[in-house]
């Protein structure tokens, strides 16, 4: 079992930069990729960004040169700066980790970003 828990959500103004910082526990003995995904009101879950262990990352064309993703493998967590925040990043943001074993991802219980003045 793997329990990722996530930190660093709240409210900040457009243009406003956040870090949300997420830290994997349990019985881990590897992890491939972990990433996040945010869901708005009324909309469906969606992949922001992902970075597998060797460090290749993959992101949402929406958050493209706002984002980045980063991770420490040794410390089993990875972060997501956000910079340029606009009013529709405005979501839950859940971070995941996959693990190798059939492929599971694991679920953190989500942190919440507001962007609003």
């Known amino acids: 079992q793997v329990r990722p828990v996530e930190s660093g959500g709240g409210l900040v103004q457009p243009g406003g930069s956040l870090r949300l910082s997420c830290a994997a526990s349990?019985?881990?003995?590897?992890?491939?990729?972990m990433g996040w995904y945010r869901q708005a009101p009324g909309k469906q879950r969606e992949l922001v960004a992902a970075?597998?262990?060797?460090?290749?990352?993959n992101y949402a064309d929406s958050v493209k040169g706002r984002f980045t993703i980063s991770r420490d493998n040794a410390k089993n967590t990875v972060w997501l700066q956000m910079n340029s925040l606009k009013p529709e990043d405005t979501a839950v943001y859940y971070c995941?980790?996959?693990?190798?074993?059939?492929?599971?991802?694991?679920w953190g219980k989500g942190t919440l970003v507001t962007v609003s003045s």
């Open positions: 995941y980790a996959e693990v190798p074993i059939g492929g599971i991802h694991y």
């Open positions: 349990g019985s881990i003995f590897s992890i491939n990729t």
């Open positions: 970075i597998t262990s060797s460090g290749s990352t």
